[in-house]
């Protein structure tokens, strides 16, 4: 699978965003989907992450509350909004993709995901 991730861009602390990663090349459906993000000098944070059918959720306790992940399958795109953005969200965020046979599992460590989106840049101004 292919994926491609947007919607990044520059933003006032307490707003908005919504990034997307689309996927290509493969089910879409077979994937758990998550985001993870890095900051400058920082290593790679799990974020958020769906399972293959978006029937289970979980969330980085720094993002609970304001960050909600949600996933099209019709369209092969997994989205995160990104809500009360805070400057300490200033990071690249990558989408990872990797297939599974769980309904429910998403995995939150970075080595187990296989294929990655090639990352968009959120800054939030204070």
């Known amino acids: 699978v292919q994926l491609q991730a947007f919607g990044g861009g520059l933003v006032q602390a307490g707003g908005s965003l919504r990034l997307s990663c689309a996927a290509s090349?493969?089910?879409?459906?077979?994937?758990?989907i998550t985001w993870f993000r890095q900051a400058p000098g920082k290593e790679r944070e799990f974020v958020a992450g769906?399972?293959?059918?978006?029937?289970?959720?979980y969330y980085a306790d720094s993002v609970k509350g304001r960050f909600t992940i949600f996933r099209a399958n019709a369209k092969n795109t997994t989205y995160l909004q990104m809500n009360s953005l805070k400057p300490e969200d200033t990071a690249v965020y990558y989408c990872?993709?990797?297939?599974?046979?769980?309904?429910?599992?998403?995995?939150?460590?970075?080595?187990?995901?296989?294929?990655w989106g090639q990352g968009t840049q959120v800054t939030v101004s204070s």
């Open positions: 990872a993709a990797e297939r599974s046979q769980s309904l429910t599992v998403v995995y939150t460590y970075d080595s187990a995901y296989d294929y």
């Open positions: 090349g493969s089910t879409f459906s077979s994937y758990c």
């Open positions: 769906i399972s293959r059918t978006g029937g289970h959720t």
